[in-house]
């Protein structure tokens, strides 16, 4: 039987790759106990990473934000070759190619089966609140996914086989995009109400907001404008198109807008940045309520405000005592004076992923040009967290096996 290696949290600013043991077709102790399951998982697969991707929510731990033990393992962007199977398993096979949600869902809780499904909340995965997630804190004790080998629960319902696995690995640095960034840019996106002819502010040029940004492009967006400090993310922004805004300036946000659509709002707008959000303007600290304040200032009465960047309940390093516990200085009384929407939380990742697939195999999509993606070794993944952090416009992409062609 064939080792394993994961990418482990060390502290602040720090990761490695440590060797543990092989996946077995059980539950974490974690679900087991708190919830009070069989450990035994017949209904789980193994898979072969053949791509995993470092996530911006994945820097928040290993900046230290969070309350991530030194131990945790990391990654929930997750794309693999079944290997094993459970006995329970009857639609997936060894060899399948598959992209799995980020979000573990049982596939049989009230959550799972409401209409439309919200299995970012399944309500049988994690002891400590609803919803859970591979690799990462207070989502259940899953082994992260930034790894060779990984363990997927409920393999029937969580994994998303591509046809074939030929063309899959033709367009893997597409497609492995399904498994959070694609569909939570989508999310932000058709949650804030984009459609045809929509002006969209989206706030945040990483990965995320990248790709929030060419989502609102697919669902018909006529102006899309992405607001970054870091000149090489609003490069990248404007390579498939977007106007850009730079957020170091002094000049106020809406007149930057103004500046580009003509008028000092937009029609939609969208929070790809998250409670490590800093003020306008240069030399400027952290201001956690900022994007939130910004996206209320300057969508205009009535627009919905998609939220897929994270917000949280326990932080080390925030700015005060209230910012420590995600109780953040939001200007609610604009929201609620201009009849905004806001949806916030985890993105439902199976209410999209496959129609998101078909764009990508029809070659309607190309996310991965979008957002920059870039391969390197599962070795390599600490570099890859040291460039995140210092702002590279690239998306980086694991590939522990060399199954990623070149």
Avoid at 377 to 394: H, R, T, V
Wanted: charged content about 20%.
């Amino acid at each position: 039987m064939p080792g394993n290696r994961v990418v482990v949290y060390q502290g602040p600013r720090k990761v490695s790759v440590e060797s543990i043991d092989y996946p077995k077709l059980e539950l974490p102790d974690e679900v087991v106990k708190g919830l009070g399951l069989k450990k035994e998982a017949p209904h789980a697969a193994i898979l072969k990473m053949v791509s995993t991707n470092i996530c911006g929510s994945d820097q928040h731990m290993v900046r230290g934000r969070t309350t991530a033990p030194v131990g945790q393992s990391l990654g929930h962007e997750i794309t693999g070759e079944v290997v094993e199977v459970g006995a329970d398993v009857l639609f997936v096979k060894p060899g399948d190619i598959c992209s799995v949600p980020f979000n573990i869902a049982c596939g049989r809780c009230r959550m799972c089966n409401a209409v439309p499904p919200k299995t970012g909340i399944c309500l049988n995965v994690n002891p400590a609140r609803p919803g859970a997630a591979y690799g990462y804190v207070d989502m259940g004790g899953w082994i992260g996914g930034q790894a060779e080998y990984v363990m997927v629960p409920f393999a029937d319902f969580n994994l998303l086989k591509f046809p074939d696995p030929d063309q899959a690995l033709e367009k893997i640095t597409d497609l492995t995009m399904l498994s959070d960034i694609f569909p939570t840019g989508y999310h932000g996106a058709y949650t804030a109400g984009v459609t045809t002819g929509s002006t969209v502010y989206v706030a945040g040029g990483g990965p995320v907001g990248l790709a929030a940004a060419y989502s609102a492009q697919l669902l018909g967006a006529s102006v899309v404008i992405v607001g970054d400090a870091i000149p090489e993310r609003l490069e990248q922004a404007r390579s498939f198109g977007c106007e850009t805004v730079d957020v170091t300036e002094k000049a106020e946000l809406s007149d930057m807008i103004e500046d580009i659509v003509g008028e000092p709002v937009v029609d939609a707008a969208v929070d790809a940045v998250g409670f490590e959000a800093r003020a306008h303007g240069p030399d400027v600290g952290e201001a956690p309520a900022t994007v939130l304040n910004d996206i209320m200032t300057v969508a205009r009465a009535g627009a919905g405000l998609g939220i897929p960047g994270l917000y949280v309940t326990g932080d080390p390093g925030g700015i005060d005592e209230n910012a420590k516990v995600g109780q953040l200085g939001i200007r609610i009384g604009l929201g609620w004076a201009k009849s905004h929407s806001f949806t916030t939380g985890q993105c439902p990742v199976k209410r999209y992923n496959r129609p998101l697939m078909n764009m990508i195999l029809a070659d309607k999509a190309h996310i991965g040009k979008a957002v920059n993606a870039t391969v390197v070794s599962l070795d390599d993944a600490p570099q890859g967290y040291e460039d995140f952090d210092q702002g590279a416009a690239k998306k980086f992409v694991l590939d522990p096996h060399g199954m990623v062609p070149a």
